[in-house]
């Protein structure tokens, strides 16, 4: 990307409306206006375009970037590292397991405590339904009160990095990089996206991502088809905000419970497993209680409901069913990785090695967006003239490598 | 606060003599002088005026900040993280687990290895009786020979963040809260501060906040009334200390067993469970001998000699005979934190749900001095003219936020 | 070092060829040109200068060291760290118990995943033979077609920080170590080096040390003489590698089966406990196998026949052998460290506990120089004109420590 590029691009964000990001959170994609989102995508591109320029985009001197992780995670911690190194943040992990959380701390004491250096809280906590966002909540206004009382000289703003309901910063990326690979979101109406179920020999993944896909994709004029075997179905709360998005943004929202209908002429797929999410609150519940035996059957008894559904498969033959006309010459395959794959990773898993191998550049692709668009968020929240300090910096030419 | 008060308390921090504290570790308060404690907390007062002015207080270019935490912590931990991070000096953690230490190596070694580019080291190690201290005294002299040696091209000075002895950056955070909340040390000549053991359901919480309470509390001529249930003495060493220090300050250092007669008239409380003094010591050499049966048998006397106890509890009734005409209406409580809070936290501890709620924010505040302070003790051991480095930085503007 | 060696020493670095290994790894010392071996000398002692001198040698704004360690490591993990720092880059520790590496990723996803931003990666992998160096050349190849692919903005460049064929950053500094102390290249022809096994409680110790050893010290002209047990063989390869090495040095490369031959006349020692080569080959394939038992037995029998050699001992009578006329009086002792020291950590070891106490604080010299060997590998693959660079900012000033 040149510098005249990144300085339209700077032109259109300094035309977008995204005050109230200003010292807010972002924990849901439906919470945030259109114009916020596009403020994210455009600053998104502007400091990957300045760092391939080569210019810093190092704008804190210091200051801290908590992250607090309640999952197991790779990709997700390394791109909010990267992030915040890109905004030069340095990363303090709240490890659950080193802290004193587990003694019985008050969630409100300990998001204070952790936070009197802190810009920014970036949080993970996608296991429990009905947890995981109202814990970020609570971080949230734990926080804003300490800010007010006086205790935290500055206020931490939240990012969402997965929780129970949406994972933000997974769709934001998958969503640029649409934008990206198509050519602009004004080349998007009427395209279709299918967000379909998929087999894997694993149990209990998260609905995040099914759920902000279908939250987010369904604002920009596509056909979002989300298909999935019966029994899982994702939270009705998020179903009614993608067809009030597609309604507004005059696209569709469909549901089927056939994968080979949803892939019928899209434009592209997002095969991947989810939990039912009536198991998944159950599951919470069950570890409320504490109930070891009856976490133990019920996972027997996913695994065994999964085992019926072995056909949702994207498969040769399924891809061949979208559209081909496309410049792929068959539709853009998506996966938030990794991915089971079916004779690489397991036996039978969501998606054949094949299909799998031919857009494996372009789903790292798709992941190489995350960084960006963590940042994007954090931009957005800290400052509240974003394109006046970028337009700035590229102009004085600081150099991220001297 | 404006950058005029942050000028006038660089004026003070230049008249005061702490030339001894350059290159030197901060390991018990009682090792220094009234100068030099005067300058702790003007810095600490000067760096936290200038990161709410926005003023870069990044002095490092680079460098290391070791971190040696031989117990759990998520406060300290944070504290200490933050306190480099404002400095400009990024945390490497020494982790016992991860590191070859287990396996043998001698301190001497070990400690040079890390610190071929540390410029600080912190260490918390308050479990054992007789070790923590010694241990950091082992550290500190093993790289001053290292850096005389020429091993290592500078001295790293060491931080005492928790030991068997004192907890100097506890202590002095509480301490720098008292000053401000009280309007500044002039204020408080003859005001009575309770340091008195609580009942916990918990066991073998260490000393080193009591200790390190009395032995700098009873420096600013107040009166320092530690009490106790027989057998929770605490060190006779640093009780030694706190005498001569009250009779130095024109304080008073008073002992009872009754914490009624110690919240007598109190300005400010801070009522907190340790572990007897004796016990401790048991415990080292049980550890020691790795009698683990001794260990348990230890354990289940401690909780029952606690458990007799129960009636040291911060109640509303116990907070009634403090003084009430203070501009809190009664004494001013503290805490180090985590509190045991009866109904809350546990079913019976520390202190009732009610007291703890009316002081939470000036808690969170006292914890919140804890970074600065540290910072402080850092830039007052690596600089030999802090004040012109601050007053030049104040000048120059840089800002923290870009 | 004062600035005017300083100069010299980047005037004799910009006369060096070293242009490949601009954004290009650093794996094994026979794979680097002489030239290339001289400027990574060169930029180390630059670099070490400059810190000495408080010139700041952060040349990275923003961009992250990632590191990932299949071993415990206390002393490498802090040299990785302090060179990073150095350099002004941040550290991200891909820990693989936290990460979904352990869930059967492949290596090319995992790599490109972490690597968004990351300007260097070190790798640790010295657990199993065939397995180490293959693993890193699998990453490397890995980010380079990320980078091709557009997926990466900018190309990782690999430092090998120990694989089970070399361990060229300790190495690297034991040579420089050599290099400093006898006073130049200059002065080592026909020096005597002894790298001999010696004996140690434990079992299993890496080969990567006296084959680096063999493979780096026979380019400078010195005789090096490589003792150990029968049955203790390094690699044939690295001996080959060491062969022609001495061939082309003017220098020689002899094997025997006694210390005390190899001790004779030595200017330098370096006797270290090993595993053979066939064993650590056979503990491999058990491991593959997840054959436990066998691997208990293996440990036995390897245990036993190292009891049979505890006459490799590093003992006062064995260095009256070496050469008694250098400065030291006796030859410079050298180990990579942790040593198994008689009566100090273990019952019999390696080496006389008089004698490592003659040599400590040479051995803590030889490993200062780890960070700044570390660094100087990262600049030469990270800039192609670090000469220039360096040289700026011996001039511009910029300090360390402000």
Same mark, same amino acid.
């Given at each position: 990307?040149?510098?005249?590029?990144?300085?339209?691009?700077?032109?259109?964000?300094?035309?977008?409306?995204?005050?109230?990001?200003?010292?807010?959170?972002?924990?849901?994609?439906?919470?945030?206006?259109?114009?916020?989102?596009?403020?994210?995508?455009?600053?998104?591109?502007?400091?990957?375009?300045?760092?391939?320029?080569?210019?810093?985009?190092?704008?804190?001197?210091?200051?801290?970037?908590?992250?607090?992780?309640?999952?197991?995670?790779?990709?997700?911690?390394?791109?909010?590292?990267?992030?915040?190194?890109?905004?030069?943040?340095?990363?303090?992990?709240?490890?659950?397991?080193?802290?004193?959380?587990?003694?019985?701390?008050?969630?409100?004491?300990?998001?204070?405590?952790?936070?009197?250096?802190?810009?920014?809280?970036?949080?993970?906590?996608?296991?429990?339904?009905?947890?995981?966002?109202?814990?970020?909540?609570?971080?949230?206004?734990?926080?804003?009160?300490?800010?007010?009382?006086?205790?935290?000289?500055?206020?931490?703003?939240?990012?969402?990095?997965?929780?129970?309901?949406?994972?933000?910063?997974?769709?934001?990326?998958?969503?640029?990089?649409?934008?990206?690979?198509?050519?602009?979101?004004?080349?998007?109406?009427?395209?279709?996206?299918?967000?379909?179920?998929?087999?894997?020999?694993?149990?209990?993944?998260?609905?995040?991502?099914?759920?902000?896909?279908?939250?987010?994709?369904?604002?920009?004029?596509? $056909? *979002?088809?989300? !298909?999935?075997?019966?029994?899982?179905? =994702?939270?009705?709360?998020? @179903?009614?905000?993608? +067809?009030?998005?597609?309604?507004?943004?005059?696209?569709?929202?469909?549901?089927?419970?056939?994968?080979?209908?949803?892939?019928?002429?899209?434009?592209?797929?997002?095969?991947?497993?989810?939990?039912?999410?009536?198991?998944?609150?159950?599951?919470?519940?069950?570890?409320?209680?504490?109930?070891?035996?009856?976490?133990?059957?019920?996972?027997?008894?996913?695994?065994?409901?999964?085992?019926?559904?072995?056909?949702?498969?994207?498969?040769?033959?399924?891809?061949?069913?979208?559209?081909?006309?496309?410049?792929?010459?068959?539709?853009?395959?998506?996966?938030?990785?990794?991915?089971?794959?079916?004779?690489?990773?397991?036996?039978?898993? $969501? *998606?054949?090695? !094949?299909?799998?191998?031919?857009?494996? =550049?372009?789903?790292?692709? @798709?992941?190489?967006? +995350?960084?960006?668009?963590?940042?994007?968020?954090?931009?957005?929240?800290?400052?509240?003239?974003?394109?006046?300090?970028?337009?700035?910096?590229?102009?004085?030419?600081?150099?991220?490598?001297?």
């Amino acid at each position: 990307m040149d510098k005249l590029k990144i300085k339209s691009l700077i032109k259109q964000l300094s035309k977008l409306n995204y005050k109230d990001m200003y010292l807010n959170d972002f924990l849901l994609t439906w919470e945030k206006t259109d114009d916020e989102i596009a403020a994210v995508f455009a600053v998104a591109d502007i400091l990957r375009g300045m760092r391939e320029a080569n210019v810093s985009t190092r704008f804190f001197d210091s200051g801290l970037g908590i992250s607090l992780f309640r999952d197991n995670s790779t990709r997700t911690r390394f791109s909010y590292a990267s992030a915040c190194n890109l905004l030069g943040l340095t990363v303090q992990d709240l490890d659950e397991g080193k802290s004193q959380i587990a003694h019985g701390e008050t969630v409100r004491e300990t998001a204070n405590m952790v936070s009197f250096m802190a810009d920014v809280i970036g949080i993970r906590d996608d296991m429990y339904i009905g947890k995981g966002n109202a814990y970020m909540r609570e971080v949230s206004k734990s926080v804003l009160e300490g800010y007010r009382d006086g205790v935290l000289e500055q206020r931490p703003t939240l990012v969402n990095l997965q929780c129970d309901i949406d994972h933000p910063t997974q769709t934001m990326a998958d969503m640029l990089h649409i934008i990206n690979t198509f050519g602009g979101v004004d080349k998007l109406k009427g395209k279709k996206i299918a967000m379909t179920w998929a087999y894997s020999p694993s149990y209990g993944k998260p609905l995040s991502v099914p759920q902000g896909v279908i939250g987010l994709m369904t604002r920009f004029g596509m $056909e *979002v088809a989300l !298909a999935h075997p019966k029994g899982y179905e =994702v939270m009705p709360e998020v @179903e009614e905000v993608a +067809k009030n998005n597609a309604a507004a943004s005059g696209g569709k929202f469909t549901k089927s419970n056939s994968m080979a209908e949803a892939f019928e002429g899209a434009d592209i797929v997002y095969p991947k497993s989810w939990a039912p999410f009536a198991a998944m609150e159950k599951r919470t519940n069950l570890y409320g209680e504490g109930d070891e035996a009856g976490i133990k059957a019920l996972e027997q008894e996913l695994l065994k409901q999964n085992a019926e559904h072995k056909d949702w498969h994207a498969t040769e033959g399924m891809m061949l069913k979208t559209n081909q006309k496309t410049k792929f010459g068959e539709a853009l395959y998506m996966h938030c990785l990794p991915a089971d794959i079916t004779g690489v990773s397991c036996k039978e898993g $969501e *998606v054949e090695g !094949a299909v799998f191998d031919r857009h494996r =550049v372009a789903m790292y692709k @798709e992941a190489s967006y +995350k960084p960006y668009i963590i940042a994007a968020m954090m931009m957005l929240a800290k400052f509240n003239n974003p394109a006046d300090k970028l337009a700035e910096r590229l102009e004085c030419g600081r150099p991220r490598i001297m």
